[in-house]
């Protein structure tokens, strides 16, 4: 059976001191009561070196939050997959919304990205969902389901090398969360249409993100086609992030 994947989304936070911190407490918390499932932190760029560093040769997995289309080159600002796989980066997530909202990430651009993270052996993460307004036009599967549509083929890899992790974009960052109903139905879409792609769709991990908090996580990880979580603000804190890894069964 696959293990669930809960991964931190710490988004533009943080500070070396307050890192540290965190850090200790996850990692103690883990050793106390080892995890069933798989650990990461998606930490930002700058802060990579640091969480490699503290957390090398523990089962917390380091993460990146974004990564770039190109493979190198002059593009200021940018960081490539082969400068992530340096600092041990396991996970990359790939077309979170915030990048798609307010960085005009389109589709294409995400399965480029996520086609460059699988070439440097870097997990991508691939985020999506439908906005609020989509949802009540009635357009959820079809967003999804197009979204989904962008990186089932990516060239030369097998889909069943990336996690999926649908995130509402009326959940993040608002408090509200779907139902584990409401999830469960738009994960049994994207697990029909992953099964359409691939015999090992059944393997890939599809994680629900979108104020997953350690109030509601249990009744969302229960639901047979959440494999996991991307959790954001509650990955901030310590107690409720181990509060939601061990609710990972
Ligand atoms: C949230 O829960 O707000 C997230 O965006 C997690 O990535």
Same mark, same amino acid.
């Given at each position: 059976?696959?293990?669930?994947?809960?991964?931190?989304?710490?988004?533009?936070?943080?500070?070396?001191?307050?890192?540290?911190?965190?850090?200790?407490?996850?990692?103690?918390?883990?050793?106390?009561?080892?995890?069933?499932?798989?650990?990461? %932190?998606? !930490?930002?760029? &700058?802060?990579? =070196?640091?969480?490699?560093? *503290? #957390? +090398?040769?523990?089962?917390? $997995?380091?993460?990146?939050?974004?990564?770039?289309?190109?493979?190198?080159?002059?593009?200021?600002?940018?960081?490539?997959?082969?400068?992530?796989?340096?600092?041990?980066?396991?996970?990359?997530?790939?077309?979170?919304?915030?990048?798609?909202?307010?960085?005009?990430?389109?589709?294409?651009?995400?399965?480029?990205?996520?086609?460059?993270?699988?070439?440097?052996?870097?997990?991508?993460?691939?985020?999506?969902?439908?906005?609020?307004?989509?949802?009540?036009?009635?357009?959820?599967?079809?967003?999804?389901?197009?979204?989904?549509?962008?990186?089932?083929?990516?060239?030369?890899?097998?889909?069943?090398?990336? %996690?999926? !992790?649908?995130? &509402?974009?009326? =959940?993040?960052?608002?408090? *509200? #969360? +779907?139902?584990?109903?409401? $999830?469960?139905?738009?994960?049994?879409?994207?697990?029909?249409?992953?099964?359409?792609?691939?015999?090992?769709?059944?393997?890939?991990?599809?994680?629900?993100?979108?104020?997953?908090?350690?109030?509601?996580?249990?009744?969302?990880?229960?639901?047979?086609?959440?494999?996991?979580?991307?959790?954001?603000?509650?990955?901030?804190?310590?107690?409720?992030?181990?509060?939601?890894?061990?609710?990972?069964?």
């Amino acid at each position: 059976m696959k293990k669930k994947l809960i991964a931190g989304n710490w988004k533009m936070n943080g500070s070396l001191a307050s890192n540290e911190v965190l850090l200790h407490a996850v990692l103690d918390g883990m050793a106390q009561r080892p995890p069933a499932c798989d650990v990461a %932190v998606a !930490a930002p760029a &700058p802060y990579l =070196a640091q969480v490699q560093a *503290l #957390t +090398a040769g523990s089962p917390l $997995a380091v993460a990146a939050q974004d990564v770039s289309a190109h493979e190198a080159g002059a593009y200021t600002g940018e960081v490539s997959a082969a400068m992530l796989k340096e600092f041990s980066v396991r996970y990359v997530l790939v077309g979170h919304s915030e990048r798609r909202q307010y960085h005009h990430e389109t589709d294409a651009l995400v399965a480029i990205k996520a086609q460059r993270a699988l070439a440097a052996g870097i997990t991508p993460i691939v985020c999506l969902g439908e906005t609020m307004q989509e949802r009540e036009a009635g357009l959820t599967e079809a967003v999804v389901k197009r979204q989904l549509a962008a990186v089932i083929h990516l060239n030369g890899h097998c889909i069943s090398e990336i %996690v999926v !992790a649908y995130e &509402p974009v009326w =959940a993040i960052g608002t408090g *509200l #969360t +779907a139902t584990p109903e409401q $999830a469960q139905e738009v994960h049994a879409v994207l697990r029909s249409q992953l099964a359409a792609a691939t015999e090992h769709a059944g393997r890939i991990r599809l994680l629900y993100g979108g104020s997953m908090n350690a109030a509601n996580a249990a009744a969302l990880l229960a639901q047979p086609d959440i494999d996991g979580g991307l959790i954001g603000g509650a990955s901030l804190k310590a107690p409720d992030f181990l509060q939601i890894i061990a609710s990972a069964k």
